[in-house]
């Protein structure tokens, strides 16, 4: 029988690659409850971990940003158009670049005081109060730490507490202003009910720190690469103050935005009122002088005889008062721009030529330009160089046109006096009191005309203050999510049921590995290259030769030695030799029971047991000692030595009588070898009980006597290197026929399906 057909006949397991082979998880099944514990200990920790542990939400807004690149529109551009105002651009990636800039972020900070923090410390975790506070703390100036300071408050009643930093404390009352590191607070009391169980804390935290931390949690993205909608995200523990965080960060920056557009109003509404109340007061003083001449002068209405002539020099007048609005216009402007080189001009104001305008125009957009790169540069900077030059070359240039205007409004002015020193001259004969009348009525529609065009001018740069809008507008307000982000409920309860399953799995592996002793047999099939002819399982209520012949271990023996003799002449197993590597591996055990095997088939069965050094047979049987050594140093005949056993079907036994001095050499001699011959002769199977062939060598000089050897390896016992000492017996050929036995096998319930002993039931 060769050793791949008793493989097939004897093997359990099937064959695998890999960590966890087939065979490997079978194994683990045995170990069933210790992935009971372990999954619910993990399950119980997932659990734990789930109440404990603080959820994370996060909170969602969108906008939509004006893009003029891609014709996102809010039909504003017309109306700064017709107030005579320039559009402002937009860009919605520079939208996102502002949404995420620190600047915005430090003035959220500040705005919400986020720099403090409430804390309550239960029996288990503390935990951040934002609404749900009974008290409240404002601080009256701004807060400048280098570092986290934490203060500890306790209610005393009365409505008073106690605040402590650790080095000192003080006792004040709710809504008294105490000094918090040399900055004015006020601790004020809410709604929310006081916990006398929790300890509350106040954490103030450095600025830059509590910006930092907010902005690299703050998410900013174009949502759509076809549309200009912008996506914000933001993660934290409380919803309604992340919550608050967006909506604080929006309404800013919307407020920015529409600040930086009203820059430009701002600065001719500054021109405008300044002079409007000038011109207000001239205004008043010539109606004042002219209700006084009329009431001196009792003057009602002019002589109607001279009607035509005085319209004439009404008309002459006008234009004067054209000519001389012009001129006071460009005196203003040319003082205007001397004296306030940093600022914007009034475009609203230019009645003069496109050119002019146009210069205008630019001389404003590189002022706008100059005060956003002040911003980020230093005065030194080239590009601020650059642009200073480029505001001189242009204010040389408007004041050069201012000149070239004021030139010719001077040379229709001296025209147009001419005009009217000829209309004087004919008029001279009229009372002197008309002419001062129309001199003063004059002055008083110039200053009149001039009221009302500056009146109507910052009308109107009000109306386009007042309409202006951002360069965005809220789609989604922000939101928080009613399910925490983290911890995800589902993953962590799946990390715990795979760790669960793995921890026994792992550890299990590990113990394979680390492993010194035969744990399955698979590491025989493994190592060893002797085919394995039997395996007898463990049991620990089994008694040695018991009467029940329908317990597994019995139909085992018989499996044992239907293997032995499956397609074997009886010849070449007839002297069957039993040995291990160590004692206590169960080769006596082996023999007694395949002696019995054997001799419940009808068969002449001889134990001969040669185990000279340590003899254990006529112990376990209760037998005579005498034996082997009495027949090797007498002239007893064998018959007289050999016992029979008390098994149902009775087997012939010869102890080894007492222990010799030197079993090696009584075993070499040529009396044990007529010894053999002798019972060869009178038994069908001789089964000789050997010393373990890893310790002396009594088993190799009996082996040449034998027709086959059986090498007994018991499981979690025999040492895994011991396979490699069979691999050499089987190479050298010192033990014939070498077979393996192994022994104390474990298997399932419901492996002694056939046999008739009391099987052991399952939990499930």
């Known amino acids: 029988m060769t050793g791949k057909q008793l493989q097939q006949v004897t093997s359990l397991a099937e064959d695998g690659k890999g960590i966890f082979t087939l065979h490997f998880l079978k194994e683990a099944l045995r170990f069933w409850y210790w992935f009971v514990v372990s999954m619910a200990t993990c399950t119980v920790i997932a659990f734990v971990f789930l109440r404990y542990s603080t959820p994370r939400y996060e909170i969602q807004a969108s906008l939509l940003v004006r893009d003029d690149a891609r014709g996102t529109s809010f039909e504003d551009a017309d109306l700064f158009e017709n107030l005579g105002l320039a559009a402002v651009t937009s860009n919605v990636d520079n939208e996102v670049e502002i949404l995420r800039s620190r600047n915005l972020m430090e003035h959220v900070v500040d705005a919400l005081q986020l720099q403090v923090r409430c804390f309550a410390s239960g029996r288990v975790k503390i935990s951040e109060l934002y609404e749900k506070s009974p008290f409240k703390i404002v601080f009256l100036a701004p807060i400048s730490l280098r570092n986290m300071k934490i203060y500890t408050l306790i209610f005393l009643g009365k409505g008073k507490y106690q605040i402590s930093d650790g080095k000192q404390s003080m006792n004040a009352a709710f809504g008294d202003t105490i000094a918090m590191d040399q900055v004015p607070a006020i601790v004020s009391r809410t709604k929310h009910i006081y916990t006398p169980d929790d300890q509350y804390s106040i954490e103030i935290s450095p600025k830059d720190e509590v910006v930092a931390r907010y902005t690299s949690a703050l998410k900013v993205a174009v949502t759509n690469k076809m549309a200009s909608v912008v996506g914000l995200s933001l993660k ?104 306030n080189p940093e600022r914007a001009i009034p475009t609203s104001l230019i009645q003069q030529e496109s050119n002019f305008a146009a210069l205008v125009g630019q001389y404003n957009e590189l ?260 034996g082997f050594t009495d027949y090797m140093h007498t002239d007893l005949a064998p018959e007289r030595l050999i016992q029979h056993s008390r098994a149902r079907n009775a087997f012939d036994i010869m102890t080894s009588g007492p222990s010799p001095p030197d079993p090696a050499e009584l075993l070499s001699t040529e009396r044990f070898e007529q010894l053999i011959e002798l019972l060869k002769s009178r038994y069908d199977h001789i089964i000789i009980d050997t010393p373990p062939v890893g310790l002396v060598t009594d088993a190799r000089i009996i082996g040449r006597v034998a027709d086959m050897s059986l090498y007994v390896v018991r499981h979690d016992f025999t040492l895994l290197a011991n396979l490699d000492d069979i691999n050499e017996l089987l190479n050298t050929g010192h033990l014939p026929g070498l077979k393996l036995i192994y022994n104390g096998a474990k298997h399932k319930p419901g492996y002694q399906y056939y046999s008739h002993s009391k099987p052991r039931k399952s939990i499930f």
């Open 236 to 339: 934290d523990i409380l919803p309604q103050k992340g919550e608050a965080v967006l909506h604080e960060l929006i309404n800013q920056y919307l407020r920015n935005s529409i600040d930086d557009k009203n820059r430009t109003a701002d600065s001719t509404l500054s021109f405008i009122t300044s002079n409007l109340a000038q011109v207000s007061s001239d205004l008043a003083s010539i109606e004042t002088d002219i209700a006084r001449f009329k009431q001196r002068n009792g003057v009602v209405d002019l002589n109607a005889d001279h009607q035509a002539l005085r319209e004439k020099s009404v008309r002459i007048s006008d234009e004067l008062d054209s000519q001389a609005i012009k001129l006071k216009i460009l005196e203003e402007l040319t003082r205007y721009i001397s004296n």
């Open 367 to 626: 002022v706008l330009s100059r005060k956003r790169n002040a911003v980020t540069m230093s005065a030194a900077h080239p590009a601020m160089h650059a642009i200073d030059n480029q505001l001189a070359s242009l204010k040389a240039d408007m004041r050069a046109a201012l000149d070239v205007q004021k030139r010719e409004v001077q040379i229709a002015l001296n025209s147009y006096n001419l005009h009217k020193k000829d209309f004087e001259s004919r008029i001279a004969k009229f009372p002197f009191t008309e002419r001062m009348y129309i001199d003063q009525a004059r002055q008083q529609q110039i200053k009149q005309e001039l009221y009302l065009f500056l009146l109507k001018k910052k009308i109107e740069t009000s109306i386009t203050r007042s309409s202006t809008i951002a360069n965005a507008r809220i789609l989604d307000a922000p939101k928080a999510a009613s399910q925490s982000v983290t911890p995800d409920k589902q993953l962590v309860l799946l990390i715990a049921g795979c760790l669960g399953l793995f921890i026994p799995l792992f550890t299990l592996h590990i113990r394979k590995i680390l492993t010194l002793r035969i744990s399955s047999k698979s590491d025989i099939l493994t190592r060893c290259i002797a085919p394995i002819v039997g395996e007898i399982s463990y049991e620990s209520h089994h008694r040695l030769l018991a009467t029940n012949s329908r317990s597994i271990v019995a139909e085992q023996f018989r499996t044992l030695r239907t293997n032995l003799l499956f397609g074997v002449p009886i010849q070449q197993c007839q002297t069957i030799l039993i040995t291990s590597a160590a004692s206590g591996e169960g080769k006596s055990f082996v023999a007694m029971h395949l002696a019995e095997s054997f001799s419940n088939a009808d068969k002449k069965v001889l134990l001969l047991e040669l185990d000279l050094r340590r003899p254990s047979i006529a112990d376990y049987l209760n037998l005579d000692p005498t």
